[in-house]
């Protein structure tokens, strides 16, 4: 069973950055695709950015493109988000995923609890 434990959100000013890393346990890392999703209020959940097994590919929703980037560290079975030039519409509870197969959106199979990120204008 995977477990994947985010950390990193917090309140920051428009224009700012944050870094979110999600750190996972109970499986083999480097064997699954990486996403990131957000949740705000009253909307659904949206993809954001996933990342393959091996970090060489990567994809992005178009509202963050530019903004944002995936990475991640298999020897510390982590993986990250570092969001600049933050917007308020960017305010979520950001979740990271794992999945077996593409770097894409669609259907991961395991999911963290989230962690707060607070834009102000």
């Known amino acids: 069973q995977v477990q994947l434990v985010e950390s990193g959100g917090g309140l920051v000013q428009a224009g700012g950055s944050l870094r979110l890393s999600c750190a996972a346990s109970?499986?083999?890392?480097?064997?699954?695709?990486m996403g990131w999703f957000r949740q705000a209020p009253g909307k659904e959940r949206e993809f954001v950015a996933a990342?393959?097994?091996?970090?060489?590919?990567?994809n992005y929703a178009d509202s963050v493109k530019g903004r944002f980037t995936i990475s991640r560290d298999n020897t510390k079975n982590t993986v990250f988000l570092q969001m600049n030039n933050l917007k308020p519409e960017d305010t979520a509870v950001y979740f990271c995923?794992?999945?077996?197969?593409?770097?894409?959106?669609?259907?991961?199979?395991?999911w963290g609890r989230g962690t707060q990120v607070t834009v102000s204008s």
């Open positions: 995923a794992s999945r077996w197969g593409p770097a894409t959106p669609g259907q991961y199979a395991y």
């Open positions: 109970g499986g083999t890392f480097s064997m699954y695709a």
């Open positions: 990342i393959s097994r091996s970090g060489a590919n990567t």
